[in-house]
């Protein structure tokens, strides 16, 4: 049976670093007996083909680690092997010591904003950066706030992690944007799974970290300055770090960080909105400290933010909301001005962290983190006389979190994490608003405990996970001069199974089904009232259940030579799901007419996918598309929930003027954003869905060598032809056009 | 230089100081100082040179609850004499916190404006309308009202609404009876409808 045709076999594996499974990129595989290697690629993955039947000796390398060697018995071509790197720091400590960035670790679908396409989006705030995912779109309260939704999910259905620490803000409300600076983000990362497991209660639709880059670890230093300003709003913005590493303590390095941004009135095509203009004043500063068996990491954030909320939209009652939707745009044509006057938000969040991790042994790593947030809210309103100086609503909440977990990774196949959560939270209005608070004082405790196992083996990777949380949350509000309490209690048992399967060199495919859950918020508990500004009086219930769902992600990819593709499919069944209904009653008062919207349960189904593909048509040419597809349904009541975006796809050509692929960014790309109407619309809305629309963006991207530091130019052209346009998901669509054209000139050093 | 197993240690000790409790404050009540509870309406009847004289009427509407699911607001109603021409001033009031509404607005004349709209003023006018207010601005908390002599009916709707927050330079924002009043901007405090009853 010695036959020349089958030497067609290959072998096929991964390497990645045992401490805390991360792929390694440019590890060596050499076959001796075949005298044939290969280098890994980003994903850790290699292939070796053409190898006849046979016994090889492998040796695997990789700069600072310790040399794997294996003897391979080939048969047949389902060879595939997980290969674990070992740090040689552990016994020589410290010939190199690298920062810590724990991967996400995860088998639910994961993409990253990093890079150029990070850099395009500097400027915009989170919510508008991560359109740039294929099934991420925006909730967004005019131009200037806007929230993350994935997969249909917002607010508190998604967590977000502010460098590991779950962001807790007035996530509740539609016009409470996330408090967080893009700028100290060199990765922004969306988990398109239920999360629950992991990252605690609420990650529900999913879960966006937000990282910087690692602290170095050795004398070295980066300084990286942008400047950016926009012709639409005549914003500025200006954002600048600087990181260095200590050449006296080995292991010890830090980053400081921060950025300024201005803007005044948004213009649409044919009049500025009034009173938009924001502005922004951030900053971070981390420290940390790496030896072979130690990291301690300190982290400060401090976000803060005025946004002006378009005037017109603010309205006293019903008959003043209908009128001006009836006209679609505010009633008078504004003016350019950066003044910021009521009614607006200011907003402040500080975030400290303190992280550390001690590994026991080479097997076992003990990991602690702790995280205190303030978050102070003011939002003001139109009122008469000194109360014009004085919030409407004005609250104020702390959130200390506490994790401790254990890793454990072995040279065999199994890897996980177990660990304990603790989150205390303590919400309380400021008095003095003169207005009967939105939502009650409260503080929350939440306690959970979970078991994360991962078994890799090849080509294959299967996780499971588990976890018990507990919650309790006391409040306490005055209404009408009467104390109103409440002792609230929630249990809830959360599991996912999930898997990665690298089905051949070129295709992957995960799969992911996990339960999660989340407790009713505050508002959805004890609204009682006319929300200001919005014409609508919101009832809570007290009772409402948990929501618990169901979702099943799954995601194919493909990465062959000229073309990449990437296809999301998932489906999300969520029992008791939260939604503001409107009743079809109405208040009278003195002061007009209200509409009535009260908070209620139904079973609700979420199914859609999203695709994202580039193909390389010639070196200079490429071409790229991506889209999603939502659907949204109560099952319950066989109808459609509001606010639920609309099939939108966006697509373009890439022309690169350098000599290859490789050398210094020199593209210009021409792209093109459809979006379709919302067809399934709820039984009632104030206003009906706005047309489908179509915008062309222009953007030229240039890299400069200058003496080893890097210059980036970026000139960009939103809204080409300077399109009147609405989007469904813009609450503000009731009162005016989107924003109209924005040329951006975007200055990136790094030196 | 550093003992890592102790700093490990110290850093979960830290952590754990930090985890100091912070507690919730406790509730107080807000006093809701912006809610209308009580339009009342004096009228006075103006002799031919213009000074008011003779007995004041009032006409009341109430919601004390302000703005309440359940609660619907009391309106009287507002009883005129044909032909005979009246001063008409206007109090708001803030009976939950017993606070006088009116000088805030006066205090305001620049942001605020009375709008008389409804069958009452409006097509087949049977009251006619003019700002009377001391200030000389086009207010509405003082005003002249005349009835008509041999109006085409004798029941009406007297609609009175407070923009707040207004651009009083729109163009016919001057006009009492602007039925356009929305796109002068700002927004509703006050929107009534009194009964209108001619003897």
């Known amino acids: ?751 | 230089m550093f003992n890592s197993k102790k700093s490990f240690l110290y850093a979960i000790v830290f952590a754990a100081f930090g985890f100091t409790a912070c507690e919730s404050n406790d509730p107080e009540p807000e006093n809701d100082g912006e809610v209308i509870t009580d339009v009342i309406l004096s009228f006075q009847e103006l002799n031919l040179s213009g000074t008011p004289t003779g007995a004041i009427t009032t006409f009341k509407a109430s919601d004390p609850q302000g703005i309440e699911v359940g609660s619907t607001p009391t309106i009287d109603n507002v009883t005129l004499t044909k032909g005979k021409t009246y001063q008409m001033k206007i109090e708001v009031r803030n009976s939950i916190e017993n606070e006088d509404i009116t000088s805030e607005i006066l205090a305001e004349a620049d942001e605020h404006q009375f709008y008389f709209l409804g069958t009452a003023f409006v097509g087949s006018s049977v009251l006619t309308y003019t700002y009377a207010d001391s200030s000389g601005d086009l207010l509405g908390v003082v005003g002249k009202v005349v009835v008509a002599k041999s109006p085409g009916f004798n029941n009406a709707n007297m609609r009175i609404v407070l923009r707040h927050d207004l651009d009083k330079n729109f163009p016919g924002a001057s006009n009492p009876n602007f039925e356009n009043f929305i796109q002068a901007g700002g927004e509703t405090d006050l929107d009534i409808t009194f009964p209108l009853i001619l003897n």
């Open chain 1, 1 to 751: 049976m010695v036959n020349a045709q089958t030497c067609n076999l290959s072998i096929r594996g991964k390497v990645i670093h045992l401490e805390n499974n991360e792929p390694i990129e440019a590890a060596y595989i050499w076959v001796v007996e075949a005298a044939q290697g290969a280098v890994t690629d980003q994903t850790g993955n290699f292939n070796i083909k053409n190898l006849c039947p046979g016994t090889y000796a492998i040796t695997i390398q990789y700069l600072g680690h310790r040399e794997i060697k294996d003897t391979i018995n080939l048969r047949d071509n389902s060879f595939n092997k997980t290969y674990r790197l070992e740090e040689e720091s552990f016994n020589l400590s410290g010939v190199e010591i690298h920062g810590h960035r724990d991967a996400v670790q995860t088998t639910t679908a994961v993409t990253a904003l990093y890079g150029d396409a990070l850099m395009e989006a500097r400027g915009e705030n989170l919510g508008e950066s991560l359109k740039r995912i294929a099934g991420v779109t925006t909730f967004s309260t005019g131009n200037t706030i806007s929230k993350p939704v994935i997969h249909g999910m917002h607010s508190n259905r998604i967590m977000i992690l502010n460098n590991g620490i779950r962001l807790e803000g007035q996530q509740w409300g539609a016009e409470h944007a996330p408090e967080i600076d893009p700028f100290l983000a060199d990765e922004i990362t969306v988990i398109k799974g239920a999360e629950t497991v992991r990252y605690g209660p609420e990650a529900m639709g999913g879960v966006i970290l937000v990282n910087p880059a690692p602290l170095f670890t050795k004398k070295q230093s980066l300084t990286e300055l942008n400047l950016l300003g926009g012709s639409n709003s005549q914003m500025g913005n200006i954002a600048l770090s600087h990181s260095g590493g200590s050449g006296k303590i080995k292991g010890l390095g830090y980053r400081i960080q921060g950025s300024a941004k201005r803007a005044g009135n948004v213009k649409s095509p044919d009049y500025y909105q009034n009173n938009t203009g924001m502005s922004e004043l951030n900053f971070s500063g981390s420290i940390g400290y790496s030896s072979p068996k130690l990291g301690i990491e300190t982290y400060y954030s401090f976000f803060n933010t005025s946004i002006g909320i378009l005037r017109d939209a603010h309205t006293g009652n019903l008959s003043d909301l209908e009128n001006i939707i009836q006209i679609g745009r505010p009633f008078t044509d504004g003016s350019f001005t950066y003044s910021i006057d009521n009614p607006k938000q200011v907003v402040s969040h500080h975030l400290a962290k303190l992280k550390s991790h001690y590994h026991l042994n080479e097997n076992w790593k003990l990991n602690a983190q702790y995280g205190f947030q303030l978050n102070l809210r003011e939002e003001y309103d139109r009122r008469r006389g000194d109360l014009n100086d004085k919030p409407s609503l004005d609250l104020q909440l702390y959130t200390n979190t506490l994790d401790l977990f254990l890793d454990h990774t072995h040279s065999n196949e199994f890897s996980g994490t177990w660990g304990v959560n603790l989150i205390q939270q303590a919400n309380s209005n400021i008095p003095g608003t003169g207005i009967t608070p939105l939502i009650p004082n409260y503080d929350m405790f939440n306690l959970g405990f979970y078991l994360l196992e991962k078994y890799s083996k090849g080509p294959v990777e299967l996780e499971v996970g588990l976890r018990f949380d507990s919650r309790s949350v006391q409040t306490a509000r005055y209404i009408n001069n009467e104390l109103q309490q409440a002792d609230l209690n929630y249990q809830n048992f959360t599991a996912f199974i999930g898997g990665l399967f690298q089905l051949s060199p070129t295709l992957s495919l995960s799969s992911n089904l996990g339960s999660a859950w989340r407790p009713p918020n505050v508002n959805e508990l004890f609204s009682q009232g006319l929300h200001h500004g919005a014409a609508a009086i919101e009832i809570g219930d007290p009772n409402l259940n948990s929501e618990k769902s169901f979702k099943w992600v799954n995601e194919l990819e493909y990465d062959f030579k000229k073309l990449n593709l990437t296809v999301t499919g998932y489906a999300n069944q969520i029992q008791n799901y939260i939604y503001l209904n409107p009743t079809g009653e109405n208040v009278v008062s003195l002061r007009g007419t209200f509409n009535v919207y009260e908070y209620l349960q139904a079973t609700a189904f979420f199914y859609g996918f999203d695709f994202a593909g580039s193909y390389q048509f010639t070196d200079n040419l490429s071409g790229y598309a991506k889209g999603s597809i939502i659907r949204a349904k109560n099952t319950d009541d066989n109808n459609y929930f509001p606010f639920i975006p609309s099939d939108r796809m966006d697509w373009g050509i890439a022309y690169n003027f350098g000599k290859s692929a490789s050398s210094q960014t020199n593209k210009l790309t021409l792209s093109n954003i459809l979006v379709s109407k919302q067809k399934r619309e709820p039984d009632f809305d104030i206003a009906a869905a706005p047309p489908a629309y179509a915008l062309f963006n222009l953007a030229y991207q240039r890299g400069i060598d200058l003496k080893g530091n890097k210059l980036n130019l970026g000139l960009q052209v939103q809204n080409l032809f300077n399109t009147s346009y609405k989007e469904y998901m813009n609450r503000f669509r009731y009162f005016t056009d989107d924003v109209g054209r924005n040329i951006l000139l975007k200055i990136n050093y790094k030196f």
